[in-house]
DNA sequence: TGCTCGATTTCGCCA
DNA sequence: TGGCGAAGTCGAGCA
């Protein structure tokens, strides 16, 4: 990984156009190619960036820079698309190598615990917090447009369809909204009722829920975790 | 901006858990008390992080980190929310400080052009696109549920709704949807008909469209942006 | 301030 | 490989 910091002027053309105003920053070049352009502040997303594959070529400043105050000009082109990234390099103030990775310089990677995954997990060991007497048809039911979050029967026997999320938008209504309707034309299953279960559902998802005949039901994370397991996980 | 290249162990507690075993990384300090922890490969993202505002503490080594080859723990957590991020520094293999932004020390910020906005824009302009004899009623037409993209009227005099995307997908038919289903109820407008417009327009929205008689076009942003300034614009 | 929607979204899963 | 849904999504615009 080579870091620059540099006075630059920068263009991307691609999906869109773009233009950063002379200024300095950093110049993340990765070893695939990439290229990250940061400034001292926003969040992790950088300014620009150029995703791999792609080149860089280092050019002399043509006629079109005369006068511009520019020492280099990097050219980034994507590979696959016309994509392009100019650097215009006026002063370069650091411009360092290093080597990352473990020992056999790999990246081992990030190891994640508590998405959606975990929560459906929870729900369908716990699956009584749909109601007394529920239980589990099974989770990840396929349908023709995808798979249904978890089927349960209620305790009359009747089909209930739950779509989870971590946070309850109008998007997760619409998704149970098109499963139910499927699931409906299903002789063996209907009448099929929804849940909308979420750790927070957000009004506007509540009301048209709730217009369409679909119960909602907030779920806490940490308290089905708690009885799961009786303690957090640490690593 | 500070730059450290070190040998580190990385745990994150908030939304998630998250671990990151021993290896060589970038750590990225930002002077707004943010930190980016970034490897040699994957895209723009970094593999952990925390967005300001937060603090970062510099802690000697614990018990629980006896035999486990650590100088320092750093401690980075967010003012806010609950989340924490630790960093297990083995090794310092680089540190290097630099002022970034323009002449006043700011970030000078960047300039696009060509997302939705501009193809709103130009369709608007070029409303014949749409069909013979079609004319503007106005951009971001207002309702109860949000702002219809563009409202028009077709060559008989009938109104028609656009909703525009980059990238046509089955979120922007249903939105589609419940625009029409407001819209038809207004007696003044009624009936309205839909056109779901967009650069790209992904099979399963197509056909989730047609299935429900809304009409799909495709648009070509470069021609659009041709017909309109004759030449592509440069910086 | 809270909500909604776009994004050069990126990322990961599964068919 | 392509399509699709989730993301520690982030960030802008608006009520």
């Known amino acids: 990984m080579r870091l620059v910091i540099a006075e630059c002027t920068i263009n991307y053309s691609g ?3 773009a233009h950063l105003p002379q200024a300095t920053r950093l110049l993340v070049l990765k070893n695939d190619g990439s290229i990250l352009v940061h400034s001292d502040s926003g969040s992790y997303k950088p300014l620009n960036w150029m995703n791999p594959p792609c ?6 400043p ?3 820079h005369a006068g511009l105050d520019v020492a280099e000009v ?20 650091s411009d360092v190598s290093h080597e990352l990775g473990d020992a056999t310089g790999a990246e081992p990677g990030l190891v994640k615990d508590g998405v959606e995954a975990a929560l459906q997990e929870l729900l369908a060991e716990q699956i009584e917090l749909l109601g007394e007497g529920f239980s589990l048809i099974r989770r990840e039911y396929m349908t023709a447009i995808g798979p249904v979050d978890i ?10 369809a739950v779509e989870l999320k971590r ?5 997760g209504v619409e998704q149970l909204t098109r ?57």
Chains 1, 2 share one sequence.
């Open 15 to 17: 999906r869109l156009t």
């Open 55 to 60: 080149t860089i070529t280092v050019l002399e």
């Open 62 to 64: 043509g006629e079109e």
């Open 74 to 93: 990097w050219q980034v082109a994507q590979t696959k698309t016309a994509d392009v990234l100019t650097v215009l390099i006026h002063r370069v103030l």
């Open 151 to 160: 089927l349960a029967r209620d305790a009359s026997g009747a089909a209930v």
């Open 167 to 171: 946070r309850g938008d109008i998007d």
């Open 179 to 235: 499963y139910l309707e499927l699931l409906n034309r299903d002789p063996l299953l209907a009448p099929v009722r929804g849940v909308f279960a979420a750790q927070e559902i957000k009004p506007q998802a509540r009301k048209l829920a709730e217009d369409r005949g679909i119960e909602c039901l907030l779920l806490d994370y940490e308290a089905m975790r708690g009885v799961e397991s009786g303690a957090p996980k640490l690593f």
